[in-house]
């Protein structure tokens, strides 16, 4: 099965092997695939839209207990937009990168001041939304209004180039009707058999059509050494993060000082001038807030 990846031959949902792949990966789907998770069994548009944000970056046995707790504390769009930013802040704790909370709370408020609470399914005022690119925006049609659109993230990307169906057009792989399970079955696949690392080629249940069995773990071999790396502990991600929990800990309307913020929290090799710096980016952010150097989350 050669569909010239990169050259003038595109392949399509119609052309030969496109379709034993499709009925493969389905029915592997439906018996191995994590259809249990809550956010496959919902159509809500919220919901699924909470969980695409919460999933970025963040592996997905993290992810459930918050995506429960925070659905319990802001059940729908009206309620995260009339929240304070420090209280969906609070909720996010231990998901880490916190801007993507500021960013889901503003397009919450956006949906229900243009939208009047309703999530839009066209591409276009979806993509309108600022912070919604052309993934979410995929993954909120497929996921929640069952359009057939493709939903192309890290892990469809790697299965699709490695059977050779190439990304140009991701579109026409979707079989008819069924964009939601066809979605869900290439991540699935790609996180827990066709991995980046280490594929599972010996029990894929594609190998027989896949141009690229067995998969030599190229990206390793092709990969330059890399750079050394400081240890996270002396990044400016930990450090913000230290901040942000600090925060998250007073009691609401309460500030902290920049020179107590310094002393509490110990940071390695940080002096009070670097956390003064790392709030201020903080603040740009819009995450915090400073006035007469007293730092609280932003209300």
């Not at 710096?277 to 903080?282: F, I, N, Q, R």
Request: aromatic letters at 8%; one cysteine or more; glycine letters at 6%.
């Amino acid at each position: 099965m050669k569909f010239g990846f990169d050259g003038p031959v595109r392949a399509s949902a119609e052309a030969p092997g496109v379709k034993p792949v499709q009925r493969r990966l389905l029915s592997w789907y439906a018996k191995n695939g994590r259809s249990h998770l809550p956010w496959r069994k919902t159509r809500d548009p919220y919901r699924v839209l909470v969980s695409e944000f919460m999933l970025q970056q963040t592996q997905v046995d993290r992810v459930l207990p918050k995506y429960r707790a925070f659905l319990k504390r802001f059940p729908n769009m009206r309620t995260l937009a009339a929240a304070s930013l420090a209280d969906v802040i609070r909720e996010w704790q231990g998901l880490g990168y916190n801007s993507r909370a500021l960013r889901l709370k503003r397009i919450a408020e956006e949906i229900v001041t243009r939208f009047q609470g309703a999530v839009p399914r066209d591409v276009e005022s979806l993509r309108r939304l600022n912070g919604i690119g052309p993934y979410t925006a995929a993954a909120l049609r497929t996921f929640a209004f069952e359009y057939d659109d493709a939903a192309v993230d890290t892990n469809v990307r790697r299965v699709v180039q490695r059977l050779t169906l190439g990304t140009e057009e991701p579109q026409a792989f979707v079989p008819r009707g069924r964009g939601h399970d066809w979605n869900s079955a290439l991540m699935d696949f790609g996180a827990t058999v066709c991995t980046a690392r280490a594929p599972k080629c010996a029990i894929c249940p594609l190998k027989s059509l896949c141009p690229s069995f067995p998969v030599e773990p190229a990206e390793l071999k092709r990969s330059p050494p890399k750079a050394k790396t400081l240890p996270f502990e002396q990044t400016a991600r930990f450090a913000r993060g230290r901040i942000i929990d600090r925060l998250r800990n007073l009691p609401p309307g309460r500030r902290v000082s920049l020179l107590a913020l310094h002393r509490e929290l110990a940071l390695p090799g940080r002096s009070a001038q670097d956390v003064t710096m790392l709030v201020e980016a903080l603040a740009r952010d819009g995450l915090v807030t400073v006035r007469k150097r007293q730092v609280a989350l932003t209300d």
